[in-house]
T-cell receptor, first 114, second 113 residues
Framework: DAGVIQSPRHEVTEMGQEVTLRCKPI?????LFWYRQTMMRGLELLIY????????DSGMPEDRFSAKMPNASFSTLKIQPSEPRDSAVYFC????????????FGPGTRLTVL | QKEVEQNSGPLSVPEGAIASLNCTYS??????FFWYRQYSGKSPELIMF????GDKEDGRFTAQLNKASQYVSLLIRDSQPSDSATYLC?????????????FGAGTRLAVHP
């Protein structure tokens, strides 16, 4: 089975540009999570969805960040406008309903904002 | 502020030794605990989870949980150079189906031949 798929794997953009990160969760998983990882702050939860509905977005740093999940197999995280301090690795993770709380991570998108 | 604390390391052990990684957490109501391994430039991958007080063993790995002391540990027996990575402790600080994994900053483990 395919794991969590993220695209692009690397993104380099200039300050002020819009950035869209994409995620396809594991088929059948009901929960989807977006994380950001930096050296300074470690791995932080930004937002999570349950059955395509945003449940907790308290980790979204500011209004420049938005996330959507239009269907069970696709989610986007958008930054508009981007700033150099947004440079980080962004991970998407998913987990199934029930069972353990184990989350399965995608390969991540390394974002660099110049 | 709900927190998960880990020693950043690096923890350096010789090949074949036991590596002991520790983690404390602030939310006494937490119910599930995870250890993830992250190689440089890669995504976190689950090693073990533990829900009940005591020890849980899986191959060379043993997770230990003490809820009274709010303490979780991971032991790696017969450490190998391939175990060199950052180990992230994660605690589910949600309840009633609410999911919120809080990650520690990670402990970097270096196993030298």
């Amino acid at each position: 089975d395919a794991g969590v798929i993220q695209s692009p794997r690397h993104e380099v953009t200039e300050m002020g540009q819009e950035v869209t990160l994409r995620c396809k969760p594991i088929s059948g998983h009901d929960y989807l999570f977006w994380y950001r990882q930096t050296m300074m702050r470690g791995l932080e939860l930004l937002i999570y969805f349950n059955n395509n509905v945003p449940i907790d977005d308290s980790g979204m740093p500011e209004d420049r960040f938005s996330a959507k999940m239009p269907n069970a197999s696709f989610s986007t995280l958008k930054i508009q406008p981007s700033e150099p301090r947004d440079s980080a690795v962004y991970f998407c993770a998913s987990r199934p309903r029930g069972g353990t709380d184990t989350q399965y991570f995608g390969p991540g998108t390394r974002l660099t904002v110049l | 502020q709900k927190e998960v604390e880990q020693n950043s390391g690096p923890l350096s052990v010789p090949e074949g030794a036991i590596a002991s990684l520790n983690c404390t957490y602030s939310d006494r109501g937490s119910q599930s605990f995870f250890w993830y391994r992250q190689y440089s430039g890669k995504s976190p991958e689950l090693i073990m989870f533990i829900y009940s007080n005591g020890d849980k063993e899986d191959g060379r790995f043993t997770a230990q949980l003490n809820k009274a002391s709010q303490y979780v540990s991971l032991l790696i027996r017969d450490s190998q150079p391939s175990d060199s990575a950052t180990y992230l402790c994660a605690v589910n600080m949600g309840s009633g189906g609410y999911n919120k994994l809080i990650f520690g900053a990670g402990t970097r483990l270096a196993v030298h031949p």
